[in-house]
T-cell receptor, first 112, second 112 residues
Framework: DGGITQSPKYLFRKEGQNVTLSCEQN?????MYWYRQDPGQGLRLIYY???????QKGDIAEGYSVSREKKESFPLTVTSAQKNPTAFYLC???????????FGEGSRLTVL | EDKVVQSPLSLVVHEGDTVTLNCSYE??????LLWYKQEKKAPTFLFML????IEKKSGRLSSILDKKELFSILNITATQTGDSAIYLC????????????FGKGTLLTVNP
């Protein structure tokens, strides 16, 4: 079945460590996105990529990094520079030119 | 700065009630407004609205957009416990189909 797979679903890390969240899609979508969701908050855009080897910062990119080496994959690294990394992270994809996003199941990161 | 405001932030109703969820937006170069339902993890797409005054329906859910007043509503009739979820509104803006600005969401609880 086509869809978006995020891993891991739950992740714990100590302060000062970098972590990488995986996002893979087999929908043949050109665009991919990373959002962060905090309790009582909407989704806030971290990074997005319209095409392979290209990506743009969203509204809250500081402390995060991404790569888009393959169309199917858009991993997100949460670096130690991110001040409040504990959150629920959602990856999404869309067809080129469409505003309709398809979301993964999310990854919940907890910093101890 | 683009902004999407949803109201109410939370709502508790009984099965069979009808509810109206509100979404107002202020975005640059507005293209479309989208509604998503988030039950546990992954938001799922409900509607995309681009034209004023044209109602979109899917079963007991319907939505309409007012581009003059910068407003959209989502109606749910004869609510069921399975309608309990966070309902997210998002505006597609900036002259690009790649950037969505989300509201904080409305948490709907339907009690039996």
């Amino acid at each position: 079945d086509g869809g978006i797979t995020q891993s891991p679903k739950y992740l714990f890390r100590k302060e000062g460590q970098n972590v990488t969240l995986s996002c893979e899609q087999n929908l043949n979508h050109d665009a991919m996105y990373w959002y962060r969701q905090d309790p009582g908050q909407g989704l806030r855009l971290i990074y997005y990529s319209q095409i392979v080897n290209d990506f743009q910062k969203g509204d809250i990119a500081e402390g995060y990094s991404v790569s888009r080496e393959k169309k199917e994959s858009f991993p997100l690294t949460v670096t130690s520079a991110q001040k409040n990394p504990t959150a629920f992270y959602l990856c999404a994809s869309s067809r080129s030119g469409s505003g309709e996003l398809f979301f993964g199941e999310g990854s919940r990161l907890t910093v101890l | 700065e683009d902004k999407v405001v949803q109201s109410p932030l939370s709502l508790v109703v009984h099965e069979g009630d009808t509810v109206t969820l509100n979404c107002s937006y202020e975005v640059t170069n507005f293209r479309s407004l989208l509604w998503y339902k988030q039950e546990k993890k992954a938001p799922t797409f409900l509607f995309m609205l681009t034209s004023s005054g044209i109602e979109k329906k899917s079963g007991r859910l319907s939505s309409i957009l007012d581009k003059k007043e910068l407003f959209s509503i989502l109606n749910i009739t004869a609510t069921q416990t399975g309608d309990s979820a966070i309902y997210l509104c998002a505006a597609n803006s900036g002259g690009s189909n790649y950037k969505l600005t989300f509201g904080k969401g409305t948490l709907l609880t339907v009690n039996p």
